[in-house]
């Protein structure tokens, strides 16, 4: 058995993997967005016994907040047992060169090592002896097994990548990611547009046009702190899963090179930084041999998925590739549309009610 459940993470991720027989395992990547915590993830725990709440691994790709915020939520709950064999997480002393101690986006990366260490966590050290969890400069990608026969090959960060997140940590609260309350204040201050969000949208897009979106230039997401994501290729009985976090599509690209496959077979690859434009590029489609693709948003904030990005994975992603939101939205309804599936050749899953989270499951129909 093997189950990917893409929580309503809001604008962010949160993944729960299981996996095996007597007993399931479970792996858990990502905590979502503010309000994520106690809207899906707690009650998802709570549907857990006790005894089962011990996970094989918690990963927190890195430290943008629609990724760690329901982790430190998870952390700071007393009335919910949780424990995981190990976490991985790159916080400040896993980055190269560090000697720079001014912590601004980094806050909450220091608020969950704060918790690992009072907590007395295993902290990367499966696989990577409590180092940082990143793919050397040569040789093989790291890859380890996990009880229950899992395997993780890591895709992502590189060593460059972490080392430019030490450079640029400051940077990434500017960047795309910003609190709620960073946007509010921006708002007020009239930096709005300077953060990187577009205008506000005055009506509801359109039907697209996927041969104009497919002529929109590339542009690579400059985040260093998406650069930074931990990115998974997990493997469970011959079932691939591409998990990629908000990893930037050309570090992809390079693993992919490393393992030496012209293209990467994959069952389900959930595309990175939530089909942003930046981020999924028809480079990195090209390489992928799937059928399934998740876009995990709910468009709050940067409305991903992007068209382009969705645009991309329709021409570039096979053949009758299927579209997998886990929000009903403006951004993914725009996909739902006969004419458009009939031309292109391309299939739609939604979840089934308003809350939002889809399922896809080893043997499963989706
Ligand atoms: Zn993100």
Redo the contacts with the bound molecule.
């Keep these: 058995m093997f189950r990917l459940e893409v929580l309503p993470a809001r604008y ?2 949160c993944i729960w993997i299981e996996y095996g027989e007597n007993p399931v395992r479970r792996m858990l990547i990502d905590g979502g967005a503010p309000g994520v915590y106690k809207k899906a993830l707690k009650p998802r725990l709570k549907q857990l016994p006790d005894t089962a709440r011990e996970f094989e691994l918690l990963v927190i790709t890195h430290v ?1 907040y ?2 760690i915020r329901g982790i430190i939520e998870l952390a700071h709950d007393d009335s919910i047992p949780f424990k995981a064999k190990d976490v991985w997480f790159n916080g400040y002393r896993h980055l190269p060169k560090l000697d720079n101690h001014k912590v601004l986006a980094g806050k909450h990366g220091e608020e969950l090592t704060d918790l690992l260490l009072k907590n007395g966590h295993s902290w990367n050290r499966q696989g990577f002896d409590g180092k940082a969890v990143v793919i050397p400069d040569d040789g093989d990608l790291p890859w380890i097994k996990f009880d229950g026969d899992l395997t993780v090959t890591l895709m992502g960060p590189t060593i460059p990548m972490l080392a430019d997140l030490r450079k640029d940590w400051e940077h990434s609260c500017k960047d795309i ?1 910003i609190t709620p309350e960073e946007l509010e204040e921006a708002r007020k201050e009239g930096r709005y547009k300077t953060l990187g969000a577009k205008e506000a949208k005055t009506t509801k897009p359109g039907r697209p046009d996927i041969e104009q979106l497919l002529r929109a230039d590339f542009e690579e997401d400059p985040s260093s702190a ?1 650069g930074s994501s931990i990115a998974l290729l997990v493997e469970y009985q011959g079932y691939r899963a591409l998990l990629a976090g ?1 990893a930037h599509p050309s570090t992809l690209v390079k693993s992919i090179d490393r393992l030496g496959q012209d293209k990467l077979k994959l069952d389900v690859c959930k595309l990175p ?2 089909g942003s434009r930046g981020s999924v590029s028809a480079a990195l489609i090209k390489r992928l041999d799937c059928k399934r693709y998740i876009f995990s948003s709910n468009g709050d904030q940067f409305y991903h998925p992007h068209p382009e990005a969705v645009a991309r994975v329709i021409e570039y992603g096979g053949d009758q590739p299927k579209l997998l939101f886990n929000y009903h939205t403006d951004e993914t309804n725009i996909w739902d549309d006969d004419l458009l599936r009939n031309a292109y050749g391309y299939e739609t899953v939604y979840p089934d009610g308003e809350k939002g989270g889809i399922v896809i499951e080893k043997g499963g129909n989706e």
Excluded: P, Q, R, V
């Design positions: 962010g991720d943008d629609d990724h990611h998406n908000d930084h939530h």
